[in-house]
């Protein structure tokens, strides 16, 4: 704030002083030059005519000359001093616009304003560094559910194309650099409403200084960085940070879990998935046979990996292998999305391609090409850029990954449900089998829209009636909760994955499970089944409903209230 | 030797000296207290507290106010000034006379702090 003012009385300074003089000077011509009254006498203009005069005639408004003809000794000193003021004027104003119009000052308002609006944030927020194409998922997916995001890109640009955006939340948007400390603590990183801070810039330094600077001064957030090296991630864990995503592991990890549990892979993406999208069917990839990698670059690279971990042999596609490096199987060099290169890779008796070069265009045109030589391959194709989503939907392409996408997913999970984390973590080393059934029950409790996936404390401030039932020592199972609070034959439709109490998890618990005070619940399921059970959480005439399954006799009034007050909350 | 301290030295002290200047003289004697003399010391006044402009310092800013005040005491002066010589049409009477002085006198008071502030800072710079 004071910045602004000073620099901007500074550069007022010399406007001013030369509008003071100019008056000073002018003002006192007038009075020294003789004038005429109106009989003829010699008359000398006093300071109040003379400032008046000069006032109206300086912004070129011109009154006449006043109170009597002037001289042409007046006039001629009248000519010289209206040129020079209006010379002045102009001078004056033209500085203070340039003023307004500096590039350093526009900056200054705009991250003053940008402060003072963050301050004045009343509901918890994520700090989001860098809004690329990750950036950009994120953000639009933590507003989908309707948690609040604070957003720092350096480019300006970046910035304007999020102001753009249809969000369904206000996310504030600074231009500036997050590797300075100054813009992340006008960014809120000591608001303590801040609930962790994600940096997604594609610089690994930027990243590893956010984290630092994060964990220095607001210790106890949540701190999640994208590193694209080993040694950056080693560096980033040395000090506390709390996750950091490697986009190129998390994608062939993906790859790998939609290659050996098609099971997993389908629990994974509904449970993590966007908002308000369709189920989509398992797809089950070839597990043995020969696979072709396009493009060997670092997604290549993790990809390759993986497969070979898989117990599988690709055959790698790559224009320019003495800059990726070469694999230690077999390679062919080329873009692949020529016919000739695939074929020499062996495309006619491939099972599967992973079309993973960096380049949108290249991607389809080698899918497009391999589906011409041999139609029944299985295809994962690779999107890097979002605006692209039409055409990989075109493209019949069996698995279509948006990196981007899948991080930004997957720390949307980690800040809004950790639990899910937790449980697909665990989930990893279940049978695929396993996973299959969970899919199937879930399947069962949904429509066709993706599972809502929430964690329910059970604490007064969440669930007031159970933890009162629970300190008077009454016994709720998880089955109680599962019932509906209208009509307690019918249950909920929702599961409960995992139960955290005292430190220790419980995967899929049974509805036999007595509940205690300070558990905590993941459930999935359709978001009426959260609204419904919130109500047998939170009223204790509804849970003791559903307990025993009799209304007390609470008098008419209290039941018509009651009843209104539940389609309310159903509502 | 910085340039920009001589000017501005040199403004603070002659807005005190010509604001002396006009000040002295019997208080309600018209003949002591010309009106070009009045007429410098707002224009001086003027521009020494423009030149206080944008001093972030704890000095600068106690600077700009003793300037404002005067600024402000100088204008009711010329304010009088201008109401007894053309609005009233009384002329300068000793009453008016004496409440333009006396006015100037105030802002002469603003002024003499402000030149002992800026004596205050060079004393404590040597050391």
Same mark, same amino acid.
């Given at each position: 704030?004071?910045?602004?003012?000073?620099?901007?009385?500074?550069?007022?300074?010399?406007?001013?002083?030369?509008?003071?003089?100019?008056?000073?000077?002018?003002?006192?011509?007038?009075?020294?030059?003789?004038?005429?009254?109106?009989?003829?006498?010699? /008359?000398?203009?006093?300071?109040?005519?003379?400032?008046?005069?000069?006032?109206?005639?300086?912004?070129?408004?011109?009154?006449?000359?006043?109170?009597?003809?002037?001289?042409?000794?007046?006039?001629?000193?009248?000519?010289?001093?209206?040129?020079?003021?209006?010379?002045?004027?102009?001078?004056?104003?033209?500085?203070?616009?340039?003023?307004?119009?500096?590039?350093?000052?526009?900056?200054?308002?705009?991250?003053?304003?940008?402060?003072?609006?963050?301050?004045?944030?009343?509901?918890? !927020?994520?700090?989001?560094?860098?809004?690329?194409?990750?950036?950009?998922?994120?953000?639009?997916?933590?507003?989908?559910?309707?948690?609040?995001?604070?957003?720092?890109?350096?480019?300006?640009?970046?910035?304007?194309?999020?102001?753009?955006?249809?969000?369904?939340?206000?996310?504030?948007?600074?231009?500036?650099? *997050?590797?300075?400390?100054?813009?992340?603590?006008?960014?809120?990183?000591?608001?303590?409403?801040?609930?962790?801070?994600?940096?997604?810039?594609?610089?690994?330094?930027?990243?590893?200084?956010?984290?630092?600077?994060?964990?220095?001064?607001?210790?106890?957030?949540?701190?999640?960085?994208?590193?694209?090296?080993?040694?950056?991630?080693?560096?980033?864990?040395?000090?506390?940070?709390?996750?950091?995503?490697?986009?190129?592991?998390?994608?062939?990890?993906?790859?790998?879990?939609?290659?050996?549990?098609?099971?997993?892979?389908?629990?994974?993406?509904?449970? *993590?998935?966007?908002?308000?999208?369709?189920? #989509?069917?398992?797809?089950?990839?070839?597990?043995?046979?020969? /696979?072709?990698?396009?493009?060997?670059?670092?997604?290549?690279?993790?990809?390759?990996?993986?497969?070979?971990?898989?117990?599988?042999?690709?055959?790698?596609?790559?224009?320019?292998?003495?800059?990726?490096?070469?694999?230690?199987?077999?390679?062919?060099?080329?873009?692949?999305?020529?016919?000739?290169?695939?074929?020499?890779?062996?495309?006619?008796?491939?099972?599967?391609?992973?079309?993973?070069?960096?380049?949108?265009?290249?991607?389809?045109?080698?899918?497009?090409?391999?589906?011409?030589?041999?139609?029944?391959?299985?295809?994962?194709?690779? %999107?890097?850029? #979002?605006?692209?989503?039409?055409?990989?939907?075109?493209? %019949?392409?069996?698995?279509?990954?948006?990196?981007?996408?899948?991080?930004?997913?997957?720390?949307?999970?980690?800040?809004?449900?950790?639990?899910?984390?937790?449980?697909?973590?665990?989930?990893?080393?279940?049978?695929?089998?396993?996973?299959?059934?969970?899919?199937?029950?879930?399947?069962?409790?949904?429509?066709?829209?993706?599972?809502?996936? /929430?964690?329910?404390?059970?604490?007064?401030?969440?669930? /007031?009636?159970?933890?009162?039932?629970?300190? %008077?020592?009454?016994?709720?199972?998880?089955?109680?909760?599962?019932?509906?609070?209208?009509?307690?034959?019918?249950?909920?439709?929702?599961?409960?994955?995992?139960?955290?109490?005292?430190?220790?998890?419980?995967?899929?618990?049974?509805?036999?499970?007595?509940?205690?005070?300070?558990?905590?619940?993941? !459930?999935?399921?359709?978001?009426?089944?959260?609204?419904?059970?919130?109500?047998?959480?939170?009223?204790?005439?509804?849970?003791?409903?559903?307990?025993?399954?009799?209304?007390?006799?609470?008098?008419?009034?209290?039941?018509?209230?009651?009843?209104?007050?539940?389609?309310?909350?159903?509502? | 030797?910085?340039?920009?301290?001589?000017?501005?030295? !040199?403004?603070?002290?002659?807005?005190?000296?010509?604001?002396?200047?006009?000040?002295?003289?019997?208080?309600?004697?018209?003949?002591?207290?010309?009106?070009?003399?009045?007429?410098?010391?707002?224009?001086?006044?003027?521009?020494?507290?423009?030149?206080? !402009?944008?001093?972030?310092?704890?000095?600068?800013?106690?600077?700009?106010?003793?300037?404002?005040?005067?600024?402000?005491?100088?204008?009711?002066?010329?304010?009088?000034? *201008?109401?007894?010589?053309?609005?009233?049409?009384?002329?300068?009477?000793?009453?008016?006379?004496?409440?333009?002085?006396?006015?100037?006198?105030?802002?002469?008071? *603003?002024?003499?702090?402000?030149?002992?502030?800026?004596?205050?800072?060079?004393?404590?710079?040597?050391?």
């Amino acid at each position: 704030m004071e910045n602004i003012v000073f620099l901007a009385f500074r550069r007022m300074r010399r406007p001013l002083l030369t509008l003071i003089l100019a008056y000073a000077v002018a003002t006192l011509g007038l009075t020294l030059i003789p004038g005429q009254d109106a009989d003829g006498n010699l /008359w000398r203009m006093d300071f109040f005519h003379a400032f008046y005069f000069i006032s109206f005639t300086a912004t070129t408004i011109g009154f006449g000359e006043i109170p009597y003809e002037f001289t042409d000794a007046q006039r001629l000193w009248v000519m010289i001093s209206l040129y020079g003021l209006v010379v002045v004027w102009f001078y004056a104003i033209g500085n203070l616009l340039s003023l307004v119009q500096d590039r350093a000052f526009q900056q200054a308002v705009t991250e003053r304003r940008f402060a003072r609006r963050i301050r004045r944030l009343r509901e918890p !927020f994520h700090l989001v560094c860098g809004y690329g194409e990750t950036g950009t998922a994120l953000v639009q997916t933590l507003t989908e559910r309707h948690q609040h995001a604070v957003v720092i890109d350096i480019d300006p640009d970046r910035v304007n194309a999020l102001k753009l955006e249809n969000l369904r939340e206000y996310v504030p948007a600074l231009h500036g650099d *997050a590797a300075r400390p100054i813009h992340l603590l006008e960014a809120g990183l000591e608001h303590p409403l801040c609930q962790g801070v994600v940096a997604l810039t594609n610089v690994n330094e930027v990243n590893l200084k956010v984290a630092i600077t994060s964990k220095l001064l607001h210790p106890d957030i949540k701190v999640i960085c994208r590193a694209d090296s080993h040694d950056i991630e080693e560096n980033m864990r040395s000090f506390g940070t709390d996750y950091v995503v490697d986009p190129f592991d998390t994608f062939a990890t993906h790859l790998a879990m939609a290659l050996h549990a098609p099971g997993l892979y389908v629990l994974q993406e509904w449970l *993590a998935g966007r908002h308000h999208q369709p189920l #989509q069917e398992p797809v089950y990839p070839p597990r043995e046979g020969h /696979w072709i990698v396009c493009g060997y670059g670092r997604f290549g690279r993790a990809v390759y990996g993986r497969l070979r971990q898989e117990g599988l042999e690709p055959v790698v596609v790559e224009a320019t292998p003495e800059i990726t490096g070469t694999p230690q199987g077999e390679y062919v060099t080329g873009r692949g999305t020529e016919a000739v290169t695939l074929e020499q890779a062996g495309i006619d008796q491939a099972v599967g391609l992973v079309a993973g070069t960096d380049d949108d265009a290249n991607n389809l045109s080698i899918i497009m090409t391999a589906q011409a030589l041999n139609p029944e391959l299985f295809i994962v194709a690779r %999107q890097n850029l #979002q605006e692209n989503q039409r055409i990989f939907q075109a493209v %019949q392409a069996q698995v279509v990954m948006h990196p981007s996408s899948i991080i930004a997913n997957h720390i949307r999970v980690l800040l809004g449900t950790p639990m899910l984390y937790q449980f697909m973590s665990l989930a990893m080393h279940q049978q695929d089998s396993w996973a299959c059934e969970l899919v199937s029950r879930i399947t069962a409790v949904l429509e066709d829209e993706l599972p809502e996936v /929430w964690e329910q404390p059970v604490d007064e401030e969440e669930a /007031w009636a159970v933890s009162q039932a629970l300190t %008077q020592g009454q016994v709720v199972t998880l089955g109680d909760l599962l019932r509906n609070p209208r009509q307690r034959e019918r249950t909920l439709p929702c599961i409960p994955l995992l139960l955290l109490r005292d430190g220790s998890w419980v995967t899929l618990p049974g509805e036999e499970m007595p509940l205690r005070t300070d558990d905590r619940i993941l !459930f999935c399921g359709r978001l009426v089944a959260n609204r419904r059970m919130s109500w047998t959480l939170q009223n204790e005439h509804a849970l003791n409903y559903v307990l025993t399954g009799e209304a007390r006799a609470q008098g008419w009034i209290w039941r018509r209230l009651q009843r209104g007050a539940a389609e309310n909350g159903n509502g | 030797m910085n340039p920009e301290k001589v000017v501005f030295g !040199f403004f603070i002290v002659l807005s005190l000296t010509l604001n002396f200047g006009f000040f002295v003289g019997e208080m309600d004697n018209p003949a002591h207290h010309h009106v070009y003399e009045l007429f410098a010391v707002v224009v001086v006044n003027l521009i020494a507290t423009v030149l206080k !402009f944008g001093d972030r310092t704890q000095m600068g800013a106690v600077l700009l106010a003793t300037s404002l005040v005067a600024v402000l005491q100088l204008l009711a002066a010329v304010l009088v000034w *201008a109401w007894a010589e053309h609005i009233a049409g009384t002329g300068l009477t000793p009453v008016a006379t004496a409440s333009i002085v006396s006015l100037s006198g105030g802002a002469m008071l *603003a002024n003499v702090i402000s030149v002992v502030l800026l004596v205050i800072e060079t004393v404590m710079l040597r050391r």
